[in-house]
T-cell receptor, first 115, second 114 residues
Framework: GAGVSQSPRYKVAKRGQDVALRCDPI?????LFWYQQALGQGPEFLTY????????KSGLPSDRFFAERPEGSVSTLKIQRTQQEDSAVYLC?????????????FGPGTRLLVL | QKEVEQNSGPLSVPEGAIASLNCTYS??????FFWYRQYSGKSPELIMS????GDKEDGRFTAQLNKASQYVSLLIRDSQPSDSATYLC??????????????FGGGTRLMVKP
């Protein structure tokens, strides 16, 4: 595809419900990142994949957050037993590397509201 | 402790003026620096990247980097109302073969008034 796509674009969940957010990176991009952006803040790193390997998950806020990328392309971020503080925009980015320089391209995000 | 700092604004400039956006960072090992523009309700869009000290110009945009002072800035010449957005400074401390993430500042909201 032409860019990073994410689905759903909006998700309303009741507190305690599990949610799954999907990211389709740009074809051929081996690196994929998830970020969380709270209202009025900059994005904050959650986790990073290189192909199917999750190389860094230091940003995941709790063990309720889980991410996977089993075939090295599409990634899913799962949040179990959602809490109100999980309400945020979840951004996925895939990275192009060239000559030691990088560019991260962001998807449109999934806006999660936990009631 | 926030590693990338920006003034949250809003920064208000008249149409046609130069807008100056500033960012400081704490990690001296940082190697890559980016400015993203984010319109309300939209995702960040890369507008400039800079990797070495000095200035880099692209159209109406100029990024400036001073690694000794740990400072990066973005100048927007001939500001237009369509430039009104939040500008995010992002820093990456990539090591060889590492996949380090971007660390973002909180963003500066720019308002260009007609």
């Amino acid at each position: 595809g032409a860019g990073v796509s994410q689905s759903p674009r909006y998700k309303v969940a009741k507190r305690g419900q599990d949610v799954a957010l999907r990211c389709d990176p740009i074809s051929g991009h081996v690196s994929l990142f998830w970020y969380q952006q709270a209202l009025g803040q900059g994005p904050e790193f959650l986790t990073y994949f290189q192909n199917e390997a999750q190389l860094d998950k230091s940003g995941l806020p709790s063990d309720r957050f889980f991410a996977e990328r089993p075939e090295g392309s599409v990634s899913t971020l799962k949040i179990q037993r959602t809490q109100q503080e999980d309400s945020a925009v979840y951004l996925c980015a895939s990275r192009q590397m060239w000559g030691g320089r990088e560019t991260q391209y962001f998807g449109p995000g999934t806006r999660l509201l936990v009631l | 402790q926030k590693e990338v700092e920006q003034n949250s604004g809003p920064l208000s400039v008249p149409e046609g003026a130069i807008a100056s956006l500033n960012c400081t960072y704490s990690d001296r090992g940082s190697q890559s620096f980016f400015w993203y523009r984010q319109y309300s309700g939209k995702s960040p869009e890369l507008i400039m990247s800079i990797y070495s000290n000095g200035d880099k110009e692209d159209g109406r945009f100029t990024a400036q980097l001073n690694k000794a002072s740990q400072y990066v800035s973005l100048l927007i010449r001939d500001s237009q109302p369509s430039d009104s957005a939040t500008y995010l400074c992002a820093v990456n401390s990539m090591n060889n073969n590492a996949g380090n993430m971007l660390t973002f500042g909180g963003g500066t909201r720019l308002m260009v008034k007609p």
